[in-house]
């Protein structure tokens, strides 16, 4: 966690996070370098970072992608959270429990080559895959699975979608 990260009164770190999807029935989900999982492209947004502009950093540090290279198709109107299990939280000041996110849906404009995940100088992942669309609400880490549901919902209609699983 960045020092200049926002953290709430309730120990949320505000964050963003991105579903690109490809234009049809696809979405993007990237491999953690650390191999710990698969998972749209999140993160903090620093102090005094419009959510856009973090949105937009996150998708060129994580991804390689610059904003010419998709189309923003939706946000949330909401934020959306998760708390991390214990063994991942921050105990010491100021203290972290969870992630509170705004999430967009980004369309892909550019050729597959175009998404480059090992542009940085440390890669956050390092594979990345088309799926399914509902795919990943059953496959990241569980404590993400509910927010990745409320996302997939929510984008659902603007994809074409109409057959939503159970948001559990």
């Known amino acids: 966690m ?6 709430d009164h309730n120990g949320y770190r505000r964050g963003v996070g991105i579903v690109v999807w490809d234009g049809r029935d696809k979405v993007l989900l990237a491999r953690r370098s650390d191999h710990r999982g698969w998972q749209f ?6 102090k005094g970072e419009p959510p856009r502009a973090a949105m ?9 992608l610059e904003p010419s290279q998709v189309r923003e198709v939706a946000r949330m109107d909401r934020w959306v959270n998760y708390k991390l299990p214990p063994r991942y939280r921050r105990t010491r000041s100021p203290r972290c429990i969870g992630q509170k996110q705004l999430w967009w849906l980004l369309k892909a404009t550019c050729d597959d080559e175009r998404i480059r995940p090992d542009l940085t100088a440390e890669p956050e992942f ?15 880490v569980s404590f993400k699975r509910s927010v990745y549901r409320q996302v997939l919902a929510e984008f659902e209609e603007r994809v074409g979608l109409r057959t939503s699983v159970n948001i559990r």
Not at 2 to 7: F, N
Not at 56 to 64: I, V
């Open 126 to 140: 390092d594979a990345w895959k088309w799926v399914d669309y509902w795919f990943p609400a059953d496959e990241v």
């Open 56 to 64: 937009y950093r996150e998708l060129e540090e994580e991804l390689g």
């Open 2 to 7: 960045a020092e200049q990260d926002i953290i």
């Open 41 to 46: 492209p999140q993160g903090g947004i620093r």
